[in-house]
T-cell receptor
């Protein structure tokens, strides 16, 4: 079946602009995660959706970052008033609900803020 | 809170040689442990995982890892490296009962020489 997909694959924007990054999880996966991978760094957790529960936003670095998940499926990560330090690869992952399930990762969106 | 340390930023091995990538974690209970591999421009692919039971786990592509509770380690091994193994390797820890955001190490970049 299809894996996790993300769009766009690359995004170049100017400082101060807003961007939206999209994630389509694997069908049937109720858990969805957003991570950020900066140059030379590991993956940093941003936000986590689990079913109909309130999302865990504890990893969002500032109030310029927000995310939503519509219909328990597609998720959009929005970054407002982008800054150069937001440049990174944004990775989305999904997993089945319940227990220690594997997270399946998408290919990521490379964001460059000029 | 969990944390993961991968002490080696970059390792170079000869093709056909054995490989061991180190991973140390910090977590108050029995963790869920993962090794992921990321090839250039690609998303993360799961190599193997440890949840419980046998402390020596086998993964894909001939990799294995051993969970050592006394050393808080989960080192990745391969007896004979192939040139296609050149990639970035990430160790990650998840909290019980699962379906929680993973905490990743900063990664180890593996180069393979002829």
């Amino acid at each position: 079946g299809a894996g996790v997909s993300q769009s766009p694959s690359n995004k170049v924007t100017e400082k101060g602009k807003d961007v939206e990054l999209r994630c389509d999880p694997i069908s049937g996966h109720t858990a969805l995660y957003w991570y950020r991978q900066s140059l030379g760094q590991g993956l940093e957790f941003l936000i986590y959706f689990q079913g109909n529960s309130a999302p865990d936003k504890s990893g969002l670095p500032s109030d310029r970052f927000s995310a939503e998940r519509t219909g328990g499926s597609v998720s959009t990560l929005t970054i407002q008033r982008t800054q150069q330090e937001d440049s990174a690869v944004y990775l989305c992952a999904s997993s089945l609900q319940g227990g220690p399930n594997e997270q399946f990762f998408g290919p990521g969106t490379r964001l460059t803020v000029l | 809170a969990q944390s993961v340390t991968q002490p080696d930023i970059h390792i170079t091995v000869s093709e056909g040689a054995s490989l061991e990538l180190r991973c140390n974690y910090s977590y108050g209970a029995t963790p869920y442990l993962f090794w992921y591999v990321q090839s250039p421009g690609q998303g993360l692919q799961l190599l193997l995982k440890y949840f419980s039971g046998d402390t020596l786990v086998q993964g894909i592509k001939g990799f294995e890892a051993e969970f050592k509770r006394s050393q808080s380690s989960f080192n990745l091994r391969k007896p004979s490296v192939h040139w296609s193994d050149a990639a970035e390797y990430f160790c990650a820890v998840g909290a019980q009962p699962g379906n929680t955001p993973l905490v990743f190490g900063k990664g180890t970049r593996l180069s393979v020489i002829a």
